[in-house]
């Protein structure tokens, strides 16, 4: 289907030879191990509270808890339990905890009264008083590591590898390595309940569960909720304070910690979702270890599962509920969107899938992936982001395409930070995962279920067809498979700036989809798109990476055969992992034209691009703000942020991204002009870059 391919030689110029070499440095590697020291849960075994078996008749509200809704804390119904009831354990805790003034404590530290010994014991206790202070920390610090894993049937017998710290008080994530498997494993630490602890918790629930009015939605603030559940948590304990007795900090803290996992965290997979280097999180049925995949470990397995179906099932609910929709036997498919805005798919039930309920969430960021960084990961080199940067710029249609998780989305993001900061731009996506910095932005979303075919639903149709009216320059569709694509190529053909993902490994797959039911364009539609990059996800040394192995133009229909003629400006090369130039790039002469430039002052802006792109990877300037404020500099004045970045070299990124603040602008001689490059002299800066505006040869029009 696809035409042939327009060779031309390279000409022996130097800004069109071969890019350089971009080592792969994917955040694969693991780091190299720590030397193990002590841990976090042999820190807080130092914490917990004896289980002594005669204090349970002290309260009498839970003796007998009852099963809750909510999943038991880990802590609290697995390992640690098999801890609680080791004899050797209870003593060592039983020293621990001495004194302190949890519920329950009162009357108890004399022991048995019946006691044979009782000189002996009267001794040991005052002797204990004497340095109750003191005991903990000796105690804490007595706790060999060692012991911990051995403990943990989970981790039992692996190497330790390093720890995690997720910036909470309580919880931590440990690696250790699987050497039977060769696999890394990821195991979260939670803080442990005492059984008396799990009393006062499991108490704490039923009785939320049966008066507390919590509304998700009702605070906007992650604070606010927890300070409202705190507040029902003391309140709670303040009334029941005859029952439970009087609680401390200490005592009090971990299980906080539970109550706001279960109520605004999310339960047992809570410490995953706190760590930013997990991407993915996914679950595929009863007992089946949860996997995540982490920036720096790849797929991992994780020492967290549901056990059964019920209690997966309800966690399945519970995470529809959270994002506004439901989930059933009746209606088992779920694709949704989390408050936070991370993208949720579920099933329910053993029916579509048989080995029980499953959900895999693909985390928002905050903080999207950049160009900097997509460079420094050697998906594309810094020539091909100043390619992308160009074409975006001067008004390139581009379809981002590729196979599932190959990175489509995130190139499309990065890539359109590149779009000039007052264009007006308009995002449709299932799901949100679009993240620009720009003002001009409105960010749409569909409503409805998967499947579609309710009134009330918002498909990316009609969703598309309305926010063409609303005359954008620049229109982002998440990922294009039904009757939108028609309209996305009519919006091309009229003028519009479009971008899209599409799940297709090569120009030929993408022209067969495209002309075919259900999108079925007709051929000479097709010849509005005009770039295509193809991502894939490979195996280079051993590493999983991400590369976008061809960046493709259309450049138009031979008229006889009606073939589509395509142009390959950059390639991958496995050999040597890098990128080579093809020789030629449609959009230059497109620039020339709409510019009136020659062809190397096009490769000269264009390198000049490159370069910046580079000083980014090297000086680690990487944020999406930082890196859209010197996008929109160089809009402003191109020369001034060449010389800035020229001046300095190397930049120390970690006291902040401050290079074009008012000290650093008084610095600069007035001059600025005076030293434009060529194509500037004569015709004051490229068009677009001086107004800050896309520019597109394309009429201007509706669809
Ligand atoms: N170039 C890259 N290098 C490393 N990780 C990447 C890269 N691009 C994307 N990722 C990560 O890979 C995961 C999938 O990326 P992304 O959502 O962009 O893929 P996709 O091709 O759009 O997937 P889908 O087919 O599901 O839409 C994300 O967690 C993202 O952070
Ligand atoms: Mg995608």
């Known amino acids: 289907m696809t035409g042939p391919e327009r060779k031309e030689t390279p000409p022996a110029r130097k800004g069109d030879s071969p890019v350089k070499d971009i080592p792969p440095s994917q955040g694969g590697i693991p780091p190299p191990p720590l030397p193990p ?88 206790d005052s002797f204990r008083d004497l340095f109750k202070k003191k005991a903990r920390e000796v105690h804490v610090l007595k706790v060999p590591k060692k012991k911990e894993e051995v403990i943990n049937p989970l981790v039992q017998g692996m190497d330790f590898m390093e720890e995690l710290d997720l910036g909470s008080e309580h919880v931590k994530v440990q690696i250790f390595l699987d050497a039977e498997t060769s696999e890394y494993i990821y195991h979260p630490i939670e803080p442990e309940l005492a059984p008396k602890q799990k009393e006062v918790f499991d108490f704490i629930i039923e009785t939320f569960n049966k008066s507390l009015k919590y509304d998700r939605k009702a605070f906007e603030e992650l604070e606010e909720k927890e300070r409202f559940l705190d507040m029902e948590v003391r309140t709670l304990l303040r009334d029941y304070a005859k029952v439970i007795g009087p609680v401390n900090e200490e005592f009090l803290n971990p299980i906080l910690y539970y109550i706001r996992r279960e109520y605004i965290g999310y339960g047992k997979i809570e410490s995953i979702m706190m760590d930013v280097g997990v991407e993915d999180v996914s679950c595929d049925g009863t007992a089946i ?57 579920a099933t329910f039930g053993r029916e579509v899938t048989t080995r029980g309920s499953s959900f895999t969430i693909r985390k928002f960021k905050e903080d999207p992936l950049t160009i900097t960084d997509l460079v ?115 919006a091309m053909a009229t003028g519009h700036i479009t ?46 990476v ?6 493709v133009e259309i450049v138009g229909i031979e008229p006889t055969s009606l073939e589509i003629i395509t142009n390959r400006v950059y390639k991958w090369e496995p050999a040597g992992d890098n990128f080579v130039f093809g020789g030629h790039s449609n959009l230059y002469e497109k620039i020339m034209d709409m510019e009136d430039m020659t062809r190397d002052e096009v490769v000269t802006e264009l390198n000049r691009r ?40 190397t930049i120390d990124i970690s006291r902040g991204f401050n290079i074009f603040n008012e000290l650093h602008k008084e610095k600069l001689p007035p001059s600025t002009l005076r030293s434009l490059p060529p194509h500037t002299e004569k015709g004051g800066n490229l068009r677009g870059i001086a107004n800050g505006t896309p520019v ?5 029009g509706g669809a």
């Open 37 to 124: 020291g002590v841990t976090g849960q042999a820190r807080s075994s130092g914490s917990i509270i004896k289980d002594n078996p005669s204090r349970n008749g002290d309260t009498h509200h839970g003796s007998a808890p009852g099963p809750t809704v909510l999943p038991l804390p880990p802590s609290a119904s697995g390992p640690e339990e098999g801890k609680a009831s080791d004899p050797s354990r209870e003593e060592e805790q039983g020293e621990d905890v001495e004194g302190e003034k949890g519920p329950g404590d009162k009357g108890e530290e004399s022991g048995p009264a019946d006691a044979k010994g009782f000189d002996i014991k009267k001794i040991t």
């Open 289 to 345: 270890p949860i996997f995540v995949y982490h920036r720096d470990f790849g797929s991992i397995r994780t020492t967290i599962q549901f056990e059964t179906d019920e209690e997966l099932e309800g966690f399945v609910v519970s995470l529809a509920q959270r994002a506004g929709k439901s989930i059933s036997v009746a209606n088992p498919i779920l694709d949704a969107t989390l408050p936070e805005g991370h993208r949720l798919n």
């Open 376 to 490: 420094r990961f050697g998906t594309l080199s810094p020539e091909m982001a100043g390619h992308f940067w160009m074409s975006v710029q001067f008004g390139d249609s581009i379809i981002f395409a590729g196979g599932t998780a190959s990175g489509k989305t995130a190139t499309m993001n990065a890539i359109s930070i590149f779009i000039p900061t007052s264009a007006k731009i308009i995002s449709i996506e299932d799901t949100r995962e679009v993240n620009l910095p720009h003002e001009n932005w409105i960010a749409g979303l569909t409503r409805g279920s998967a499947e579609g075919g309710r009134e009330t639903d918002i498909d990316m149709y009609q969703l598309l067809r309305a926010a063409l009216r609303q005359r954008p320059e620049y229109v982002l569709v998440g990922e294009v498979r039904g009757k939108e694509t028609m309209t996305m190529f009519q």
């Open 499 to 544: 971008y899209s993902t599409m799940h297709a490994d090569s120009v030929k797959s993408i022209v067969y989809r495209l002309e075919n039911p259900p999108i079925s364009i007709p051929r000479v539609l097709i010849q509005a798109l005009n770039l295509v990059a193809i991502h894939n996800q490979l195996r280079v040394k051993g590493m999983r």
């Open 546 to 551: 991400r590369r976008i192995t061809e960046l």
């Open 610 to 649: 490159a370069e910046i792109i580079s000083w980014m990877v090297k000086n680690n300037v990487r944020k999406f703000l930082d890196v859209s404020t010197i996008v929109a500099e160089y809009y402003e004045d191109s020369d001034k942020v060449m010389r800035i970045l020229r001046e300095n070299p």
């Open 696 to 700: 597109t040869q394309k009429q201007e």
